[in-house]
Structures are given as structure tokens and as C-alpha cells.
């Protein structure tokens, strides 16, 4: 997952149209550097982000636009935050962090493992980036083996398209995830997430309709 634009290159190479595609991608490309560069050199920071001994300066403008959440918290004036010009982010990555305050300041983020894009799904989530959360619900591949953590961590981050397609994907292959040998446990699983176990029902009963009508 890299630059998102859906502009179309131009195939003229000497193209001089303001207001074409190709002028576009080229002016996207070029913010994001900046922005990044602006980040990385920290250039006039006036917050703090810190993950452990990781600190992180910012730039309360870049975070407001692109989260409300931030928004929100830097219109406050007497919180903790607010006072001291920084936010403390113990419970995540250092590097997870990192590519969260990349995306706010670029609209890139490249994930390399399922756990960080867990994080990142999260974060997104927390923070109201909801392109973010997109590019991470993306990110993920069902198998048997994870479909039942990623369906609850789905359905804990509002994530809808995942939840949705983990909710299809372990009714398709419920008997070989649910049985003896399988990596999860039914009972378990019925007696901790009953509103997922509902949800399995319901999609259930939507698929076999689905079915029955295309006959």
C-alpha cells in the first residue's frame, strides 16, 4: 500500500494542462514529500507525541486536519495534554506510531506484518481516520487460522467490511474451524461473543436466501 491517488497518468510527456491528471498526481506527490520532510525535520512543532522514551514532535494544524478527534482535543484548554504539549501513547509500537503520523502527514502507510496493521486498525479507529482504517482493513487475509481474532478485533473497531467478511468466510468453513481439530473452540467462543455468534446466524440465514433466490 503506497501513494493513494486516483488520478490516471497523462502519456504525453510534455504535457503542460493545469488541469490535468498527470499535473495533479506530480502536485500530490510533491505535498506528500514536503509534508514529510516537514515531519521528519520537525520543522516549527509545537506538540508532542511520546512512546516511551520515543518522542515525536507534530504539528497541531496537520493532526486537526486530519482527525476530528485531534480536533476536538486541541480546542480544549485544561486537560493534561493541552498543558504540557503532549500525549502519551504507552500502549502502542513506537513503530506503529510512526506510520500513523506518516499517514496524517503523507496519505501513505506500507504495513509489513499482520500485528502492526492490527495496531494500525486501531489507531485509525481511535483517531476517526477512516481511510485508514480502510487501507488496514484491506491489508488483512482470512484463513482458519485468524478469522475468528480478526472478526472480534472487527467487530471491536467497527470495522464493517472486515467484521463482513469474516462473518462470510467462517460460515463457509464453520465445521473445519469449530471442530476438534480446529483452532478455535465453539463453546468458548458462543459463551464470550454472543452477539457474534448472532451475527453469525443472521449472515448465515441472509447467505442461504441469497441462495435460494438464485435458483
Not at 42 to 68: K, M, T, W
Request: aromatic share 10%; hydrophobic share 40%.
Amino acid at each position: 500500500m503506497s501513494l493513494s491517488t486516483s488520478s490516471k497518468s497523462c502519456r504525453r510527456s510534455n504535457c503542460r494542462q493545469s488541469d490535468c491528471p498527470c499535473n495533479q498526481t506530480v502536485l500530490t506527490r510533491s505535498l506528500n514529500r514536503d509534508l514529510l520532510t516537514l515531519k521528519s525535520q520537525s520543522y516549527f512543532s509545537d506538540f508532542i507525541i511520546q512512546v516511551g522514551e520515543c518522542i515525536y514532535p507534530v504539528h497541531r494544524s496537520v493532526l486537526a486536519a486530519r482527525s476530528n478527534v485531534f480536533l476536538t482535543m486541541f480546542q480544549q484548554q485544561d486537560t493534561i495534554e493541552i498543558t504540557n504539549s503532549c500525549l502519551m501513547l504507552n500502549d502502542y509500537n513506537p513503530s506503529s506510531i510512526d506510520l500513523f503520523l506518516q499517514y496524517l502527514y503523507s496519505d501513505t502507510c506500507i504495513f509489513n506484518d499482520e500485528k502492526k496493521a492490527e495496531e494500525i486498525l486501531e489507531l485509525a479507529d481511535k483517531y476517526h481516520v477512516e481511510s485508514l482504517k480502510v487501507l488496514a482493513e484491506d491489508y488483512f487475509i482470512l484463513t482458519k487460522e485468524n478469522c475468528i481474532r480478526l472478526l472480534i478485533l472487527a467487530d471491536r473497531h467497527t470495522a464493517t467490511r472486515l467484521k463482513d467478511l469474516a462473518l462470510k468466510f467462517i460460515n463457509h468453513n464453520l465445521t473445519q474451524i469449530f471442530s476438534e481439530t480446529g483452532p478455535a473452540d465453539w463453546l468458548t467462543f458462543r459463551q464470550t461473543y454472543s452477539n457474534l455468534v448472532a451475527d453469525l446466524y443472521e449472515k448465515a440465514l441472509n447467505l442461504q436466501a441469497i441462495l435460494l433466490i438464485k435458483r
